[in-house]
């Protein structure tokens, strides 16, 4: 991940970073610091802008420093992101030169707002940045579509930008990911009269998330099962395959590490969603490559005080995710034997949940409830990948490991594109598909809501970039335009197929992959899989606010 910051201010002098937000901005981009100050229009507005940022290299032969400038019109990019397409095409090489050469293309036209606009949204892939076009005197700012990237914004004596806040942490809001967002930055004298306009990420107001035309066709007979034959099974791998393509293929070897070692690691609670995505990069990956499997448990005081006659380390091992996480990791090692797959075990005492629950308080915020604390703690422990590794099923071969991947994968979206979650079976118990289809259509047009800016800002603290094959735009725009019945399976419970009617085509793939067991795994929450919610009471409830 990378760190990007800016800030407009009214006083010539550079913007200081405080010492603590550098820390955080150099977490995230350990590769490269660096900024680029610009006067807007000397003599005619005071107006001056201080651009930073750190860079995590995941592209390309060389590190491309950042802010990216253009010499011949002096616009400057700040770069937190992945394009894996351009205007339909895969980039080649460093990705956040390709953008600024296509921004500052865009920007020598006639009217070149609404090219830059243009191509901008020809981006497919996660991103947040921060455009200055400098000939037009214009600032560019936002999130992809599904809001994979953080980006915050301050207003005040000065208008701040940036991918994590200061600590302590006060005034930041999320950027939304509703569009992208412009100022015009000449005629202004004071960083408080800045205007932001925003702009559609898609004029056709019926898309959801910006990106596809949600089928809500209803079955006019009863429809047949769902089956391993069914072609939407055949298409959901070829989808999944072409995004994982571009996720796990070339990557660069991490500094220190070996040709051999892991350049990638899953987010590995065993469920369905993540042990498909490890079943199918070990498809697409280099053979000598490792992969890890990360699965993080947590001791709960609560949980330990109801089963006394247990050790800290049984009850690790009893937590749901470990439990379904070595199922699934042995069944990966008979699927696929020629992999070199390390199961990384992450035990995280109390005591430490304690000892960074006031930065996670800050990683998070904006957010500031018990439940983001929990899945955001979860997913901060696993990012860190530090634990015990171990390379085959018995216990005795674990070791002392932290992962050397710097790309992470998580399977999130499943469930909101393929209706896996429980109340999807209730929409369908009570209403039938027109309720189903409610349901499901709401998930969508929520993804980009989610609370992926959070996520982000708790993983990349370690130097990782967290990837999501399930939110590639095409594999959405492809489930969105399924008929639900192509998805989950709730009219034939129990008939023509063993499997659960929940995420349904996702079962059948994982079947017809030779993953008989993970294709049967219920759904569980990460914060109840890995016991981080309710650690001290049972009656405490996600939505309380946290207490500093
Ligand atoms: N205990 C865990 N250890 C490591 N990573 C986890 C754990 N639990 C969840 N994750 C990661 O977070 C992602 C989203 O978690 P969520 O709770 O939504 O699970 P899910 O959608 O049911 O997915 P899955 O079926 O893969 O468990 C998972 O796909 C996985 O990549
Ligand atoms: N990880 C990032 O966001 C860095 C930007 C760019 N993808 C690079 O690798 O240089």
């Known amino acids: 991940?990378?760190?990007?910051?800016?800030?407009?201010?009214?006083?010539?002098?550079?913007?200081?970073?405080?010492?603590?937000?550098?820390?955080?901005?150099?977490?995230?981009?350990?590769?490269?610091?660096?900024?680029?100050?610009?006067?807007?229009?000397?003599?005619?507005?005071?107006?001056?802008?201080?651009?930073?940022?750190?860079?995590?290299?995941?592209?390309?032969?060389?590190?491309?420093?950042?802010?990216?400038?253009?010499?011949?019109?002096?616009?400057?990019?700040?770069?937190?992101?992945?394009?894996?397409?351009?205007?339909?095409?895969?980039?080649?090489?460093?990705?956040?030169?390709?953008?600024?050469?296509?921004?500052?293309?865009?920007?020598?036209?006639?009217?070149?707002?609404?090219?830059?606009?243009?191509?901008?949204?020809?981006?497919?892939?996660?991103?947040?940045?921060?455009?200055?076009?400098?000939?037009?005197?214009?600032?560019?700012?936002?999130?992809?579509?599904?809001?994979?990237?953080?980006?915050?914004?301050?207003?005040?004596?000065?208008?701040?930008?940036?991918?994590?806040?200061?600590?302590?942490?006060?005034?930041?809001?999320?950027?939304?990911?509703?569009?992208?967002?412009?100022?015009?930055?000449?005629?202004?004298?004071?960083?408080?009269?800045?205007?932001?306009?925003?702009?559609?990420?898609?004029?056709?107001?019926?898309?959801?998330?910006?990106?596809?035309?949600?089928?809500?066709?209803?079955?006019?007979?009863?429809?047949?099962?769902?089956?391993?034959?069914?072609?939407?099974?055949?298409?959901?791998?070829?989808?999944?395959?072409?995004?994982?393509?571009?996720?796990?293929?070339n990557v660069p070897r991490p500094p220190m590490a070996e040709t051999s070692d892991a350049r990638v690691a899953v987010l590995f609670s065993g469920g369905l969603d993540c042990t498909v995505l490890a079943r199918i990069a070990s498809d697409i990956m280099p053979p000598g490559q490792a992969i890890d499997l990360i699965n993080v448990a947590f001791e709960n005081p609560r949980i330990a005080s109801q089963n006394k006659n247990l050790s800290t380390a049984e009850l690790y091992e009893l937590c749901p995710d470990r439990v379904t996480g070595r199922k699934s990791f042995a069944e990966l090692?008979?699927?696929?034997?020629?992999?070199?797959?390390?199961?990384?075990?992450?035990?995280?005492?109390?005591?430490?949940?304690?000892?960074?629950?006031?930065?996670?308080?800050?990683?998070?915020?904006?957010?500031n409830t018990e439940m983001d604390l929990s899945i955001a703690c979860a997913l901060y422990f696993a990012a860190r990948g530090q634990g015990m590794g171990q390379l085959s099923s018995e216990l005795e071969a674990a070791e002392s490991y932290s992962t050397t991947a710097r790309v992470l994968l998580s399977g999130l979206g499943a469930d909101e594109l393929f209706g896996g979650y429980v109340r999807h079976a209730t929409a369908f118990t009570r209403s039938g598909y027109p309720g189903l289809i409610d349901e499901l259509k709401l998930d969508v047009g929520r993804l980009g809501k989610r609370n992926l800016g959070r996520d982000d800002r708790v993983m990349a603290h370690w130097s990782k970039e967290v990837r999501f094959p399930y939110l590639d735009e095409s594999l959405v725009k492809w489930a969105i335009e399924l008929p639900a019945w192509e998805k989950c399976d709730f009219d034939n419970q129990g008939t023509g197929c063993d499997l659960e009617p929940e995420k349904r085509v996702l079962r059948l793939l994982a079947d017809s992959l030779g993953m008989h067991s993970v294709a049967t795994e219920k759904k569980r929450a990460i914060q109840f899989g890995a016991r981080t919610a309710k650690m001290e009471s049972g009656r405490v409830k996600g939505t309380t606010l946290l207490l500093p």
């Open 333 to 367: 090692l008979t699927v696929c034997p020629e992999r070199q797959w390390r199961f990384v075990t992450v035990n995280v005492p109390y005591e430490e949940t304690c000892a960074h629950r006031a930065e996670l308080i800050d990683l998070i915020y904006p957010h």
């Open 1 to 249: 991940m990378c760190g990007i910051h800016a800030a407009i201010s009214a006083d010539a002098g550079r913007h200081q970073l405080s010492p603590a937000l550098e820390r955080r901005l150099r977490n995230r981009g350990p590769d490269h610091l660096g900024a680029v100050e610009v006067q807007l229009c000397p003599g005619e507005s005071p107006l001056h802008l201080t651009l930073t940022s750190t860079v995590l290299s995941l592209r390309g032969d060389h590190v491309a420093k950042q802010p990216l400038e253009d010499a011949e019109s002096g616009s400057v990019l700040c770069w937190n992101g992945e394009a894996w397409k351009l205007g339909g095409k895969p980039v080649e090489g460093n990705d956040g030169e390709a953008v600024l050469a296509l921004l500052t293309a865009a920007s020598r036209n006639l009217g070149s707002e609404d090219s830059v606009l243009g191509a901008l949204r020809s981006i497919e892939g996660p991103f947040a940045f921060i455009f200055l076009d400098k000939r037009a005197r214009k600032l560019y700012y936002g999130r992809d579509r599904l809001g994979r990237r953080s980006l915050l914004l301050k207003r005040g004596d000065e208008f701040l930008l940036s991918s994590i806040a200061e600590a302590p942490a006060v005034g930041w809001a999320e950027v939304e990911a509703d569009g992208c967002y412009t100022i015009q930055l000449d005629g202004q004298s004071s960083p408080k009269e800045l205007m932001p306009i925003r702009h559609d990420w898609d004029q056709n107001k019926d898309l959801v998330s910006s990106i596809g035309t949600f089928n809500a066709a209803i079955p006019t007979a009863t429809t047949a099962p769902l089956n391993s034959q069914s072609i939407s099974v055949a298409q959901l791998r070829d989808h999944l395959m072409q995004s994982l393509q571009f996720r796990v293929l």
